[in-house]
């Protein structure tokens, strides 16, 4: 585990991990850039995560991977890296993107797949106890291969994108048999069954397999839908100028959803329906700042006091 | 008053009044068209209020208007319609517009302006007692010249729409000076201020006179924005399919929302907060059917039991 390690934090240390990727990202925002940001879906969930249970993270880096990004991932307290994977001779993923003045929209400007096209990333024997699983975006098939590995499994999320509802249709619908849960943006969502409208998607989604599903529609919040109903969270408000880099937005709102259930151990309606508010409040610092640095200074009381005054701003009747 | 005027079926009777439209529209939707439907900003704000509180009506119609929609109108118990205008030689405003299979998305095929183009409707005497003022959608110097004409007022809310803010700016800049409230979809704000966020929009308006504005987005909810702070409410989840028009949807959110306040006589924070869940019901039943077809068959017991599936499917936490 991590040298920062320390479960002392947290009540109870129910097992959650994250498998996906960790990324070297080069942002280009309406306003600034950045290039050598810690990224990748595997980071960002996990970073979210651990400011509420412990997670462990399954993921592999090249030699080319920075000290220092291996530094900041050891610096969260509730991060344990004992699972990913170093390959000198590898290289790191790679992605640019550049986000246009309506924040929502992007363009991806170069990737370099390195370790992700090799072998995925081996699961360390002391992780086969984990109970609550999410797999990080990379190939369904790879995906599909993780879950096996995880015996004690009570909860199994997934999340995808544009690429693999495109290219690997068929190894997703059969990872859709496999998983409990999904989380997808609106767009991906349409892609994935055809229709536009949030509530028509997931209704086709849970045909496919899931017992649930969460449309995340960016500023304009979420729509989780399960086999006894449904559940809507608006977005936090945010001006357009407070968001720094939505980099990761997705991933930190998954983060924030599995470590909530992973806090309470509940896997039912209600609890999904409050871990919503949790993901979402959780994004909402995520675009704070670019990479893992606002995520990095997160205080518990600076997350409480925000979710409270989530519930209070989207308190309804 | 209407002779199916009833005010029993109400606890009091606070004097809640709209000035606006009403209009003969034409509409034609991915999968249907109707011609001859009853319409305007006054006819939907009216029927969706009076499901709440008694609303008086101010607006003009001409010597074209079918006696099937004054009847229809009539048939609103709550619906008073001495301040309805008939002018025998002149025509009734009229719109044609056409729905996309986005329904978020419209065209307009013909406006034939008619009696907008007169004088307005004078407001009855017995319509000075008004305290809750609604003046829907139409040109701002004539919003402008009903306030006035209601000395007991106590709360003044207009609508308004993209027309006003590109041909008449400068009454419309005049109107948000003396009005205590907005209600604006998020293309229309952000056509006011130049701010495609509704956040940012929303603040921008306060700065223009208004105590609060709240901006409709739609299938993605409304914001309300105060000086005092903000508050979310998502759209109740509707499928495309359950969609049969649009038209009318944004009115009857407001005459939801002015229904309630009038309804409880409170115009403070956490009443404009409960009044968005009004609203929001509202519309999600206005747009079941074409016209007033859905409103004249609501019973009180069905909004209720939307209105607390609604509370729960958007508990936050």
Redesign the interface.
């Known amino acids: 585990m991590g040298a920062q390690f320390s479960p002392q934090r947290y009540d109870h240390d129910v097992k959650l991990v994250v498998t996906g990727t960790i990324g070297i990202d080069t942002v280009y925002t309406p306003r600034d850039k950045r290039e050598g940001v810690l990224g990748g879906s595997a980071a960002y969930f996990a970073a979210a995560a651990s400011q509420l249970n412990p997670v462990r993270l399954v993921a592999a880096v090249g030699g080319d991977w920075p000290s220092d990004h291996r530094e900041t991932l050891s610096s969260f307290p509730g991060v344990c890296i004992a699972g990913l994977d170093a390959r000198p001779l590898s290289r790191t993923f790679a992605w640019g993107g550049r986000y246009f003045?309506?924040v929502n929209r992007r363009e991806t400007l170069f990737t370099e797949v390195g370790v992700l096209q090799e072998a995925p990333p081996p699961v360390p024997a002391a992780y086969r106890d984990s109970e609550f699983v999410f797999l990080g975006n990379t190939h369904p098939a790879v995906q599909l291969g993780f879950i096996d590995q995880f015996p004690a499994r009570k909860l199994v999320v997934a999340d995808t994108m544009d690429l693999w509802i495109r290219t690997a249709h068929s190894e997703l619908t059969a990872l859709l048999k496999r998983v409990d849960g999904l989380i997808v943006n609106d767009s991906e969502a349409g892609e994935l069954t055809g229709?536009?409208?949030?509530?028509?998607a997931g209704?086709k989604i849970l045909d496919m397999g899931p017992s649930f599903v969460v449309v995340k529609?960016g500023?304009?919040?979420a729509?989780l839908m399960h086999r006894g109903?449904?559940?809507?969270?608006?977005a936090f408000?945010?001006?357009?100028?407070q968001v720094v880099d939505p980099t990761g937005a997705g991933d930190s709102f998954a983060g924030g959803f599995m470590g909530y259930l992973a806090r309470e151990e509940r896997t039912d309606a209600a609890a999904l329906?409050?871990a919503?508010?949790y993901g979402t409040v959780m994004a909402s610092f995520a675009l704070e700042s670019f990479g893992l640095d606002r995520m990095r200074i997160l205080r518990a009381a600076e997350f409480q006091q925000r979710?409270s005054d989530?519930?209070q701003?989207?308190?309804?009747?």
């Open positions: 003045e309506d229709f536009r409208n949030a509530i028509s209704k529609k500023e304009h919040g729509v109903g449904m559940a809507l969270v608006p408000p945010v001006e357009e100028h329906q409050s919503m508010a979710l989530f519930q701003l989207a308190r309804v009747g």
